[in-house]
């Protein structure tokens, strides 16, 4: 019997507020370049105010996940918190928009749907400052059997870890998935987000995870080591997949059959906010596809081009097309 | 003495929601190419359930051209009403942010800020559908003497005519300004515009206003000719200063003085939003320096230029240099 999805994308529900700055201003304001910071509610008005003008554009990386893995042609739900406002109201029409069923019930009290502050710098590089806001309301309450229980692959973002409820929500989804036979999937987010949470993440990765997806400086993180090739020595005996990501030099896939490495695509980069987010939807929906690991690599390495040839973090073009334009499949 | 500002800009604050649609988006729902149609907000609520996902960028004809001017270096303040919340501080963080005074009060009670689903099509041509949201509350109060009786131009967008209480507003910001012994300038905004309000415009054009600003359609809407130059015939005895858009044709300046042409500046065009608005930045900041009418419509040509090569209304570089680098000062 089919799934309901192929894909279940659980995350922080953000909106980008999005800036060109240069290296001046993140050393101004305290800010580590391509790093996610989060911000209290305070510290994002004060930055803000000293924010030269922005546009504003869906995100949060489990979103562009779900919006790419649409854009494939996917079958694809998300699970995430947004405030009964407009910036929630932008949020949920644009993941719809993108063809991705989106229920999970608007918060009427508590904080404003979450914004980040995306600083680009001239180098391509994002720095993100982000403010929770309504994200902190999600609670197991929000996990539906119906869909935690019935997509192929459950996909959630390491950043829900930062508060007890969100990762209360997670985990109680992972329960689900892997009480119906499903597969469940993490991204590491960030490799200050593994710093905070290592020991949980080096448990689930060994104990639950099915598909792991990190970039460099996550995986060496997540060990401690200095090197990628310490991490994936370290990681190798308890993953089953592993698609680890190290920008221009492409991915390198690591399973119980060895490991594949796969070039990048070529882009011109303007703004590398969602390659990670992109490469997973890529991947996701050729692994869901019963695709082999490599053209899942290729998949990953075509959507994350073309989602850092332009500002901002969702696809701007069909990756379907795009994908049978460059491999011809 | 120096006045305040040198420009005033007068309008209705509106945050932009943009998308890339085909012809048959706009066929199926019932927009004119090119135009600018108000939306009540249940229309613009269905309109938004269709569009693609889109982003989000403060917009609003006059506050496009603040925001122009301001990059060019001039003193520019703003009066348009947004409401208190989440997009009415996304409005004020970027008009405040590209260096305009902007201290109109936020309405607290009322409709939400007001927004412009703009869809742009293959052809590079903007469709608008504005729900004018708070805008409609503006009234003579937000007028105050301190601003409207000292720039040495206030100039304001034909788009308030739509209500009673901002055309109110305006004529109020007029007699301040007239009695001041300063310039008033206005925008007539969109051919729909002028055949709303054709005999007032007239009227306007003819006895009070200094600077006009109008495109080809615009003008010829007016004094409701078939062509270009018959239009012309009929504003020229009436008029101080027009200056007239003609898109890829360039700019006619008309003036007691005879006509002065001047062609476009080449651009790669994108989107047309705000093409208009720019340029009225570019003249009105070369006008308010004192240059001459020929100067004026090369910097209006040189910002209509930048805008129109990117998505959003708003400059993307510094005009100022990009003035100084096409025309050497």
Same mark, same amino acid.
């Given at each position: ?53 922005? /546009? ?154 099915? /598909? ?95 989602? /850092? ?21």
């Amino acid at each position: 019997m089919t799934s309901k999805h192929q894909v279940l994308c659980m995350g922080n529900a953000i909106v980008d507020i999005i800036a060109r700055v240069d290296d001046q201003f993140l050393e101004t304001h305290g800010r580590v370049k391509a790093s996610m910071m989060l911000v209290d509610a305070e510290t994002s008005a004060a930055l803000y105010a000293a924010m030269p003008p922005a /546009i504003e554009r869906s995100g949060g990386s489990a979103g562009n996940t779900a919006a790419g893995i649409a854009s494939f042609g996917g079958t694809v739900g998300y699970i995430g918190k947004i405030h009964d406002d407009q910036l929630g109201t932008v949020f949920r029409h644009d993941i719809q928009a993108a063809g991705v069923s989106f229920d999970t019930v608007a918060a009427s009290e508590g904080a404003p749907t979450a914004t980040s502050m995306i600083l680009l710098t001239p180098d391509s590089q994002r720095t993100m400052n982000t403010f929770l806001g309504a994200c902190v309301e999600l609670t197991p309450d929000d996990i539906l059997a119906e869909d935690a229980g019935d997509a192929d692959v459950l996909y959630v973002e390491g950043y829900l870890w930062d508060t007890p409820s969100m990762k209360a929500s997670v985990l109680k989804a992972f329960d689900m998935a892997i009480a119906a036979g499903n597969k469940v999937s993490l991204s590491l987010s960030d490799s200050f987000c593994v710093d905070r949470f290592r020991d949980e993440f080096v448990d689930l990765v060994e104990n639950k995870v099915d /598909i792991l997806f990190a970039n460099e400086d996550e995986i060496k993180a997540l060990y401690q080591t200095d090197t990628f090739e310490e991490a994936v020595d370290k990681l190798r005996p308890h993953v089953q997949i592993a698609a680890l990501t190290r920008s221009e030099k492409g991915s390198v896939i690591v399973s119980k059959d060895g490991e594949i490495t796969v070039g990048a695509f070529p882009a011109t980069v303007d703004d590398t906010t969602g390659a990670g987010d992109l490469f997973a939807a890529g991947f996701l929906y050729g692994y869901t596809n019963g695709r082999s690991l490599e053209d899942c690599a290729k998949l990953g390495g075509i959507a994350a081009a073309e989602v /850092i040839s332009h500002l901002g973090a969702r696809p701007e073009v069909n990756l379907q097309s795009l994908a049978a334009e460059k491999l011809g499949s």
